[in-house]
């Protein structure tokens, strides 16, 4: 896709939203946020948004800049299903974007939470989160939250 360097990132009249904000006791936290739609100059409502991916520790802490696209929220919507039957996930595994590994322990309470960016920085982070009850739940509302606030094409 061709951007116009002009137009940047399209921002909606509602401000960011998280897609995903996994963070629990101890201050570990790992965060997708969606800050709007790439705007292109080919298409000015084409089908993928942008946003980063963030992750804080009290030991580490960084971000990168990531992109979603409407087949992502579609895996996303079965990696949350297989996280709800107790299954670990892996979501945008062998794609050209940042990778996220949930691998859950103690039933549905922890979680080991691995970013992997293979394409660019080449650099994994793996932190541990205490999960925060109806985390579950409330990570459905928010993948309808993104949807709502940014349509697209579901493939």
Do not use: Y
């Amino acid at each position: 896709m061709v951007v116009n360097p002009r137009a940047g990132v399209g921002m909606e009249a509602h401000g960011p939203m998280d897609l995903i904000h996994l963070g629990g006791i101890g201050g570990n936290s790992v965060v997708v946020r969606v800050t709007g739609r790439e705007i292109g100059a080919l298409d000015p409502h084409p089908d993928v948004l942008v946003g980063e991916i963030s992750i804080e520790t009290p030991f580490v802490r960084g971000s990168i800049k990531t992109w979603i696209f409407p087949q992502d929220l579609t895996d996303w919507e079965t990696a949350l299903n297989n996280l709800a039957v107790g299954e670990s996930i892996a979501w945008r595994e062998n794609k050209r974007a940042t990778e996220l590994h949930i691998d859950l322990e103690e039933g549905l309470e922890r979680a080991t939470v691995s970013v992997a960016d293979r394409s660019m920085s080449l650099a994994t982070v793996q932190v541990t989160i205490d999960l925060t009850d109806g985390w579950l739940e409330d990570h459905l509302c928010r993948l309808d939250g993104v949807r709502q606030a940014w349509p697209m094409r579901r493939i």
